[in-house]
């Protein structure tokens, strides 16, 4: 089939990648020229594990081409809104400017029977006003709300094999025309199984920030052990193995450590109680001002434990800082913990360098005041304390023993509980986790 993807950054230039690698011809539409440019010859405009490798292999087909210009949506049989909903300044509220000019611009172009699917995160009503919107000018035109579950790090397996499907129709029919029209779209991952719900507009929408505040929950509550295990003496990851084996709660996202950061855990959560307020229904989720509390407290918890591995005083101390990026195998520093940690330390007096395989490009220009030094040697030479704060695999595999040669004192403090406590101790070192004795 002929689609078009309006807004090429994470979620867009995923998405068009992929519809071409299921055989589809697909256009790739932004207002930025530097990443359509970019795009265009095989260079993903963030890391993103195998995009690259995609990009230049669907458009040796011909069948992904990417353009600043929105009127080569004409003549698509679906066309894709994939652009952000960011937070807006001062406000828990998702900023919708990005969607509703996706819209309108495309609106000129669209012809009978095309499928407006939207993709991008929204406020739930965002679906029925645009349908309406969409109606006013092309009344033939089915809109459908499709959301998207790709995790950082894993998005193109996400977007080939993902582990369902949901569409938001109007009136939540089976019969809807738009259902078989995506089934076609789709055809290989639902031929390989993957479920798929069909539901209405609303239901649809509030889908994907349902998940997302049910996974900061969790995040949050094991967070919220470590805190009184600290207090009690007891080890959170112990205890986190001993609830997970309850089939009922499961071991996944029940990790204790720095809390969540990116591009859409803590602004959905935010947007998803501002929402709820404008609906008169804001005392259902009060209980997420609290998931948002803790997953903050967690960074300046990071912040004391450093200074006690220092003796009490930050002034002056070399701290080094292993990792940038919200998480592992991505380049994305919104909100990033890590950061936010690096920054309130230098604030208190220490001597920060930050370290991160892809991230330091992005970190610099959102904290240009910090230390970077690509080389993860030269970062941890002369520290009188080192804080693994984003779990690349390269920092796990750290040996203590040759790292100890380098650092001016044996501190560490693991933000994510993912070293040998053991094996550090053994070689000499001070080690601290979050939740562990």
Avoid at 264 to 290: H, S
Avoid at 368 to 394: C, H, I, K, M, N
């Amino acid at each position: 089939m002929r689609i078009s993807v309006i807004g090429c950054g994470y979620l867009g230039a995923v998405h068009a990648a992929c519809m071409a690698k299921l055989g589809h011809e697909v256009v790739g539409i932004d207002v930025d020229e530097k990443k359509i440019k970019e795009l265009s010859g095989a260079v993903a405009p963030f890391y993103e594990p195998g995009l690259e490798e995609l990009l230049k292999d669907v458009q040796e087909t011909g069948r992904l081409i990417f353009t600043t210009d929105v009127s080569a949506a004409r003549g698509s049989d679906v066309h894709f809104i994939c652009v952000g909903t960011p937070q807006k300044k001062g406000e828990n509220a998702a900023d919708l400017t990005y969607v509703d000019a996706a819209a309108s611009a495309l609106v000129p172009y669209l012809s009978a029977g095309e499928l407006v699917v939207g993709k991008s995160t929204v406020p739930v009503g965002t679906a029925a006003r645009l349908a309406e919107m969409i109606a006013s000018s092309a009344p033939d035109v089915h809109l459908v709300w499709n959301p998207e579950f790709l995790r950082e790090g894993h998005a193109v397996s996400d977007t080939l094999q993902p582990d369902r499907f949901v569409y938001g129709v109007e009136g939540g029919s089976e019969d809807h025309p738009a259902v078989g029209i995506l089934d076609r779209i789709y055809a290989t991952p639902l031929s390989a199984g993957t479920p798929r719900l069909v539901t209405d507009h609303p239901t649809a929408e509030l889908v994907k920030t349902a998940a997302n505040s049910f996974l900061a929950t969790k995040i949050s509550f094991i967070n919220a052990m470590a805190e009184l295990c600290e207090a009690a003496g007891a080890d959170v990851t112990r205890l986190a193995d001993a609830i997970g084996l309850d089939d009922r709660i499961g071991r996944k996202f029940l990790n204790a450590g720095i809390g969540f950061g990116g591009g859409c855990l803590p602004k959905d959560i935010r947007a998803f109680m501002a929402r709820a307020g404008e609906l008169g229904a804001d005392q259902a989720l009060t209980f997420l001002r609290e998931v948002d509390a803790i997953n903050m407290r967690r960074r300046t918890r990071v912040v004391e434990l450093t200074r006690e591995l220092c003796s009490g005083s930050l002034l002056g101390k070399r701290v080094t800082v292993l990792g940038a990026a919200f998480k592992p195998e991505s380049d994305d520093v919104r909100d990033s913990p890590a950061l936010s940690i690096a920054a309130q330390l230098q604030l208190q007096g220490a001597v920060v360098t930050v370290t991160d395989p892809k991230a330091l490009e992005n970190a610099a220009r959102r904290f240009p005041e910090l230390q970077y030094e690509a080389d993860p040697e030269s970062a941890v030479t002369g520290a009188d304390a080192l804080l693994l704060l984003t779990e690349w695999q390269e920092y796990r595999d750290l040996d203590p023993h040759l790292v100890g040669e380098l650092v001016s004192s044996r501190h560490i403090l693991d933000g994510r509980n993912v070293l040998d406590k053991a094996k550090w101790r053994a070689a000499g070192w001070s080690y601290r986790g979050l939740g562990r004795p």
